[in-house]
């Protein structure tokens, strides 16, 4: 519990580093092993104040658990797909800007890069907009990853969340959708980016996740 805390407290600086946060807009989480429960941000508090101690411990309904802040305003997302995804051991939410430039156009990135197919194994696609407040943000995510390759969503007009074997996987899937959807972005500009073969995209992913992942764990 306590090397989860401290884990989850140190990936938000990564946030920080990439440029996917700005003010506390933006959360990690990470599954307590053998446990159901999580460690997610406290809400409201910013970046550079946030430590292992004052991490929250919720349960998978999102309940607090151990904490003297309330968690993240985005626990019962995260708790929803902790229920619903058992392979899920990490979330992050940003409102990154590139990735969010997508999102507010209801666009998902298509698969026009090698790092693309390696990292989502073709397009980042757009879950449905949903409102704050129920289970409906969960259930956007839920129904759009489960069974996709794609370990981020671009939830409509809103933002990214992003899932991962643990926390860390999540973040780096943060960041390359943010990486990857500014690329993008900036290939549009003067052109229509070129499209990967199908059959390409495929042995690029199988190679990332498989040959690559074994020679060296990330
Ligand atoms: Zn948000």
């Given at each position: 519990?306590?090397?989860?805390?401290?884990?989850?407290?140190?990936?938000?600086?990564?946030?920080?580093?990439?440029?996917?946060?700005?003010?506390?807009?933006?959360?990690?989480?990470?599954?307590?092993?053998?446990?159901?429960?999580?460690?997610i941000k406290?809400?409201?508090?910013?970046?550079?104040?946030?430590?292992?101690e004052n991490m929250v411990v919720c349960d998978l309904d999102g309940?607090?658990?151990?904490?003297?802040?309330?968690?993240?305003?985005?626990?019962?997302?995260?708790a929803y797909v902790y229920r619903n995804m058992p392979e899920v051991g990490g979330v992050v939410h940003t409102h990154s800007t590139y990735a969010s430039a997508w999102a507010a156009r209801g666009e998902a990135v298509p698969c026009v890069l090698t790092a693309m197919a390696d990292e989502f194994g073709g397009e980042i696609p757009v879950g449905p907009f949903a409102l704050i407040g129920d289970d409906s943000i969960g259930q956007g995510i839920v129904e759009t990853l489960k069974g996709?390759?794609?370990?981020?969503?671009?939830?409509?007009?809103?933002?990214?969340?992003?899932?991962?074997?643990?926390?860390?996987?999540a973040v780096k899937a943060a960041v390359m959708c943010e990486d990857v959807a500014r690329t993008v972005h900036v290939a549009r500009q003067l052109g229509d980016p070129l499209p990967i073969a199908q059959a390409d995209i495929d042995s690029l992913y199988d190679r990332y996740q498989n040959v690559y992942g074994q020679r060296s764990p990330r």
């Amino acid at each position: 519990m306590n090397d989860m805390r401290k884990t989850v407290a140190d990936l938000h600086a990564e946030l920080v580093r990439y440029n996917l946060v700005v003010w506390t807009a933006g959360n990690v989480s990470g599954r307590v092993p053998g446990e159901d429960l999580f460690v997610i941000k406290p809400s409201g508090v910013s970046y550079d104040e946030l430590t292992p101690e004052n991490m929250v411990v919720c349960d998978l309904d999102g309940n607090l658990v151990e904490g003297e802040h309330a968690p993240s305003s985005d626990t019962a997302a995260h708790a929803y797909v902790y229920r619903n995804m058992p392979e899920v051991g990490g979330v992050v939410h940003t409102h990154s800007t590139y990735a969010s430039a997508w999102a507010a156009r209801g666009e998902a990135v298509p698969c026009v890069l090698t790092a693309m197919a390696d990292e989502f194994g073709g397009e980042i696609p757009v879950g449905p907009f949903a409102l704050i407040g129920d289970d409906s943000i969960g259930q956007g995510i839920v129904e759009t990853l489960k069974g996709h390759r794609s370990k981020a969503v671009l939830m409509q007009n809103h933002g990214v969340f992003s899932i991962g074997k643990d926390a860390k996987a999540a973040v780096k899937a943060a960041v390359m959708c943010e990486d990857v959807a500014r690329t993008v972005h900036v290939a549009r500009q003067l052109g229509d980016p070129l499209p990967i073969a199908q059959a390409d995209i495929d042995s690029l992913y199988d190679r990332y996740q498989n040959v690559y992942g074994q020679r060296s764990p990330r």
